[in-house]
């Protein structure tokens, strides 16, 4: 295995770490993994997981980049009058072209852990580079029962007089409680303008799915309020098309932050089983041009990337 | 700024070089000798921030990870104390190559602030640095148990249902959750280091020029520090600091990535040394 830090972008200013298996290792698959930011956590995730889950891909022959997106971690803020949402769409887009430029490789999967799944989300419907995605802890759907679950559970570890005191203000408060099956942002309290509902985000799978995009779907047992059991999603969108090749695991003994070592191991290997069951799958869809908000914009990033990248490689000390 | 590697092809370094504008050597060099874990990764945006307010000032400033944590080589358990301070010497010797600074300041927190007092004690190095220590561990058995602690409370504000299992292997087992720490794995060799580290194995080599940034409350530090200038073998300055950084809180709560008040106290005391 070979890891070098690079840099990238359009005003060179992503800072990633490029993970390349050992020559005679590598997969015959034309795969990468591109793992994005948790929060503002760095390009190493929550307990390092990304660095230990490049390791692991590259042991099985798959390459991969770990980078910060604009203003996280080591990689700089830009100026312009993208949103935040743009300018991480611009950034991921920045990265799998420097991953092209530097490999070859022109199909990706995307492992996004929180914020990460959600950004991944938006990146598999906008480029068609994107084969596979997995989202871990990203947005989250529930119907009653995943209220009443909830709400037994809660019951259970609560003294009965903390009980009746919620009780009586859950009955004040009944008369404006929402609907079953509202989306929820991991986010927020309620639901908001960023976070698509049920309707859109199946939609959006459907599209992906319809593309031959693998996707994977992770509930930590950090969500008791929004995902708690494990029929949830497929009681949800039981109906849809995409749930035939959908991958999902409610996992209730993994935090969401992979906290245990034993969390670790276990989010590590399933990435890694999945990514295995994919990296030889070619995309039905021919693989074009990706759409970009301008993509004169787009075509100039690239070459900067492919400028950024050469120079990146900074000599090694030598030994003392 | 620019990213690269250093160090022996088997142990490979990751660091970030923060040049000063416009280009120029000589001047102060800084190293920064991050804590460990969870510390490493809730102080990063701070570091990042002092390296570049350092740089802005005319320095040269290395960051980096030590062996078995960051993106540098190896894995969690690969890491240890002394292998550590070895890495603070590489990433001395690397900063004296890439920028001929007439100066070095070391600048350690936490557990990095004990690595780099140990690194010091190494007479041999060319152009011995200067050392700032933020918030240094003094008492290693006690940052263990603190640290089992905290492992269980973590765990118990991760999950949405908390087993009771996990505070009573805690308050019954003192050998349980002493091999992982808030995701990051321990190995026997770092446990018994760490064990092993108290304030008589972080006497600074003689004629040291030592900077103490910690809260007048810490008494281990504290006790510490006036047995350094008692001593008197050692050039020593304690700046006292209450600071709102929770070096162990998670990062995305309610606590300031980037306190401005640690944040001017280091680059106060790294800057009194830049002459």
New interface residues.
């Given amino acids: 295995m070979a890891?070098?830090?690079?840099?990238f972008g359009s005003d060179g200013h992503l800072?990633g770490?490029l993970s390349l298996p050992a020559e005679g290792r590598r997969s015959r698959g034309d795969l990468a993994c591109l793992m994005l930011n948790v929060?503002?956590?760095?390009?190493?995730g929550?307990?390092?997981?990304n660095?230990?889950l490049a390791r692991q891909l590259a042991e099985q022959g798959v390459a991969s980049l770990r980078f910060d997106l604009s203003g996280i971690?080591?990689s700089?803020s830009v100026r312009g009058r993208l949103n935040f949402r743009e300018q991480a769409l611009r950034d991921m887009q920045a990265a799998m072209d420097m991953v092209e430029a530097e490999t070859g490789i022109r199909r990706f999967a995307v492992i996004g852990i929180c914020s990460g799944a959600v950004n991944g989300y938006w990146l598999a419907q906008v480029d068609p580079r994107v084969a596979g995605l997995m989202m871990f802890d990203g947005f989250a759907y529930t119907t009653l029962k995943t209220r009443l679950v909830h709400d037994w559970?809660r019951l259970r570890?609560t003294p009965w007089r903390t009980v009746l005191q919620k009780v009586k203000g859950r009955l004040i408060r009944s008369m404006g409680a929402a609907p079953a099956n509202q989306q929820v942002s991991i986010f927020n309290v309620g639901p908001d303008e960023a976070t698509p509902t049920r309707a859109e985000f199946a939609a959006a799978l459907n599209g992906l799915a319809q593309r031959g995009v693998a996707l994977y779907m992770i509930y930590s047992?950090?969500?008791?309020?929004h995902f708690?059991y494990a029929a949830q999603t497929h009681d949800v969108f039981g109906h849809e098309p995409f749930i035939a090749g959908l991958r999902h695991d409610y996992w209730?003994q993994v935090?969401?932050?992979?906290?245990?070592?034993a969390s670790?191991r276990q989010l590590l290997d399933a990435t890694c089983d999945w990514i295995r069951s994919i990296v030889s799958t070619p995309t039905p869809s021919a693989i074009s041009t990706p759409s970009t908000p301008d993509r004169s914009e787009h075509a100039a990033d690239t070459a900067r990337t492919r400028s950024s990248a050469s120079a990146?490689r900074?000599p090694?000390?030598a030994?003392? | 700024?620019?990213?690269?590697?250093?160090?022996?092809?088997d142990r490979?370094l990751?660091g970030?070089h923060h040049s000063p504008e416009p280009a120029q050597t000589g001047g102060l060099g800084v190293v920064i000798c991050a804590p460990f874990g969870?510390e490493a990764?809730r102080s990063?945006?701070l570091f990042?921030v002092l390296a570049e307010r350092l740089a802005r000032a005319g320095s040269h400033v290395l960051r980096f990870d030590y062996y078995g944590?960051?993106?540098s080589?190896g894995?969690?358990a690969e890491g240890e104390l002394a292998g550590w301070a070895r890495d603070v010497q590489s990433a001395h010797?690397?900063l004296l190559?890439c920028a001929a600074p007439g100066q070095v300041v070391w600048i350690g927190a936490r557990l990095g602030a004990s690595v780099a007092l140990q690194a010091a004690q190494d007479d041999t190095l060319a152009l011995p640095p200067k050392l700032l220590v933020f918030d240094p561990i003094v008492d290693g058995k006690a940052y263990l148990e603190a640290m089992r602690v905290l492992?269980v409370e973590?765990?118990e504000e991760?999950?949405?249902?908390?087993d009771p299992a996990w505070r009573h292997r805690l308050d019954h087992d003192p050998q349980a959750y002493l091999?992982?720490a808030?995701?990051?794995?321990i190995s026997p060799a770092l446990r018994g280091q760490l064990a092993a580290l108290d304030a008589a194995s972080l006497t600074p080599a003689p004629h040291s020029a030592v900077n103490v940034i910690a809260s007048p409350d810490d008494e281990p530090v504290q006790r510490w520090v006036q047995g350094l200038q008692a001593a008197n073998a050692v050039d020593v300055d304690a700046i006292a600091l209450q600071h709102s950084l929770v070096w162990t809180s998670d990062?995305?709560l309610n606590s300031a990535?980037v306190p401005a008040e640690a944040l001017q106290a280091m680059l106060a005391a790294a800057g009194s040394w830049r002459g």
Avoid: C, W
């Fill in positions: 890891e070098r830090p690079v840099q800072v770490v929060g503002v956590t760095h390009r190493i929550p307990r390092r997981v660095v230990k971690g080591d700089d559970l570890t047992g950090s969500l008791l309020l708690n209730p935090d969401h932050l992979a906290t245990s070592q670790q990146a900074a090694r000390a030994r003392p | 700024m620019r990213p690269l590697q250093f160090g022996d092809e490979s990751f970030i969870h990764i990063h945006r990042r944590t960051g993106d080589g894995d969690d010797r690397e190559r492992h973590t765990l991760s999950y949405s249902v908390i091999d992982e808030i995701g990051f794995a990062d995305s990535l």
